[in-house]
């Protein structure tokens, strides 16, 4: 008997630990389980918030990639079509930057920390060189493979 009411009680110990660990990896539970592990002046930065802001970098990155595509021969309009699209686009990824970089989105991702100063400066280089009266592209070329840059080095 004694035997029993020792294995009953180590299974409700194993299955109320069991529990608390579930909850705490619970979606619902995460922010309270935070605020004990880590620091309080820590920002945690919610993958959703940081999925979302890097999509829209993504997005941008490819309408980079389309504008600097040579313009067709035929048209003199053509090249300030293409130098409009390409200031566009690097105002956007940089205002995503910025985003990124100033709210410390990145608190919980030291890498992005380390580099998104480095990769907003570039864009504004990149910004320069394309709005010279004989637009330069090759920064521009080089902040549309800052993606693949940044995350080839942290993975």
Known sequence: MNNLI???SKIA??????????LGCSSEFNSSLRKVTYPPDFKYTEQAD???DMNRLAHQMAL???ALDKPSPQSNSEPDVQR???LSALKNIGKIASGLKGSEMGANHPFM???MQDFVSQIDKARTAASLPEPRYYLAGKISGGCTNCH???R
């Open 50 to 52: 940081l999925s979302s």
């Open 6 to 8: 020792i294995v009953v």
């Open 113 to 115: 920390q380390d580099y």
């Open 64 to 66: 980079l990639d389309i």
């Open 152 to 154: 080839t080095v942290n």
């Open 13 to 22: 110990f194993i299955t109320a630990i069991s529990t608390v660990v579930l």
């Open 84 to 86: 409009e699209q390409v």
